[in-house]
């Protein structure tokens, strides 16, 4: 008896599917496939987001006596920080000679 009315309810759904599709458009009757594949896809995702916000329990229990744990300080500046300064020079030979004495290295 199960297998008559299932196979009853399928005849129904191709026969109405068979006489809307007949009126369908060929543009319509290719966007048929994506709302039916968008729509499954959108219960799945709705599914997974649902079962995704339920809270997670854990099973493990803290110690209570649990020393309890010091505040972090805040860091210390390991180098002062120093101004910067700038020298600027403006006659040309002056120029080449501080320039020069830089590059050098005494040994």
């Known amino acids: 008896m199960k297998q008559v009315i299932s196979i009853g309810a399928l005849a129904l759904v191709a026969v109405l599917g068979w006489k809307v599709g007949e009126q369908l458009t060929p543009a319509q009757a290719a966007m048929v496939p994506g709302v039916v594949f968008g729509f499954i896809f959108a219960v799945g995702v709705s599914a997974i987001a649902l079962s995704a ?17 010091e505040p972090q300080k805040q860091p210390q500046r390991a180098i002062a920080a120093r101004p910067t300064s700038y020298i600027v020079i403006d006659d040309l030979a002056q120029l080449q000679t501080a320039a020069q004495s830089r590059i050098e290295v005494s040994r």
């Open 53 to 69: 916000q339920q809270a997670r329990v854990d099973v493990y229990h803290h110690n209570v006596t649990e020393t309890p744990v």
